[in-house]
């Protein structure tokens, strides 16, 4: 079965990726590989729509800021479209809207939002390939880099995610010890 909680299209000048239902760790995997891949390809503009999101978790938003740096380093930008009160201020609690624009009013999208959102679709090979490596420790270690992004980004977010994070890193270490005695 295809998941369809992320839909997207690439334009000419930017990836437009709309998340329809909660942002969470479920649907972070293919969030990283949609943006990664068109990363690779050379895009630097990404948009983000949460129109239909009403709340992002912290997995989520540990994948977007990762997301964010990356497009920074090519010389582009993450912009967030329609988040909803709540998402917005989960995202500004942590930091985030120092590495991405969050419902920019200068947007050059701005007033094309509908006509951007009637062309997106669900790609029935993003799961599978978002999910290729993800079996119990590709799913624990992707949750553990998202949540190393939010620690990096402030003495704040080290303190809420410190112990998350160590916590991960114990289950990872528990995990592979016994896959080494099978």
């Keep these: 079965m295809s998941d369809t909680s992320l839909i997207y299209h690439q334009f000419e000048d930017m990836l ?47 994948t977007l800021a990762g997301v964010a740096k990356k497009c920074l380093a090519a010389g582009g930008k993450v912009e967030v479209a329609s988040p909803s009160v709540r998402a917005r201020a989960s995202m500004e609690s942590l930091g985030l809207d120092m590495l991405l624009e969050i419902d920019p009013q200068e947007a050059t999208w701005r007033g094309e939002e509908e006509k951007r959102r009637g062309v997106l679709q669900a790609d029935p090979k993003t799961p599978e ?6 079996d119990e420790n590709g799913r624990t270690r992707h949750v553990l880099e998202a949540h190393n992004t939010l620690r990096s980004m402030s003495r704040k977010n080290d303190a809420t995610f410190g ?20």
Aim: glycine share 10%.
């Design 163 to 182: 112990y998350v994070c160590e916590t991960l890193e114990e289950d990872l270490m528990r995990h592979e010890q016994r896959q080494s005695k099978a």
């Design 16 to 62: 437009w990726v709309r998340c329809n239902g909660r942002g969470c760790f479920i649907n972070s995997p293919a969030l990283k590989w949609i943006c990664d891949d068109y990363i690779g390809t050379g895009g630097s503009r990404i948009v983000v729509d949460l129109e239909m999101c009403p709340g992002v978790d912290s997995t989520f938003m540990g």
């Design 129 to 134: 390939a978002a999910d290729e490596t993800m």
